[in-house]
Nanobody
Framework: QVQPVESGGGSVQAGGSLRLSCAAS????????MGWFRQAPGKEREFVAA????????NYADSVKGRFTISRDNAKNTVYLQMNSLEPDDTAVYYC?????????????????WGQGTQVTVSS
């Protein structure tokens, strides 16, 4: 099974950028759909972005379209989330996740493997 491990979180001012990385251990991610979710205090975990096994298809939440970009490098067994024009509402713990199959799911229950999360804090 895939075990995602996130990194790259931190604190940034509004308008700034961060790049999150998800290094997968256990086995290659090349056959897995990978995604990012986030959870703010007191809120449910919400979908951010997903990418197909070969990077050919992506899906984004409306709230991050045009600001965030998901990508992957299967040779490095790593998935990325480039976050630009960050807003205070982007503050959350960000989770990397994976699933077998081609569907770019937007529900947490669509995914099987989860990392521990990395904190992103955006100040105004």
């Amino acid at each position: 099974q895939v075990q995602p491990v996130e990194s790259g979180g931190g604190s940034v001012q509004a308008g700034g950028s961060l790049r999150l990385s998800c290094a997968a251990s256990g086995r290659t991610v090349s056959g897995y759909t990978m995604g990012w979710f986030r959870q703010a205090p007191g809120k449910e975990r919400e979908f951010v972005a997903a990418i197909s096994w070969n990077g050919g298809s992506t899906n984004y939440a409306d709230s991050v379209k045009g600001r965030f970009t998901i990508s992957r490098d299967n040779a490095k067994n790593t998935v990325y989330l480039q976050m630009n024009s960050l807003e205070p509402d982007d503050t959350a713990v960000y989770y990397c996740t994976g699933r077998r199959g081609a569907i770019l799911g937007t529900r947490a229950r669509d995914y099987d493997y989860w990392g521990q999360g990395t904190q992103v804090t955006v100040s105004s």
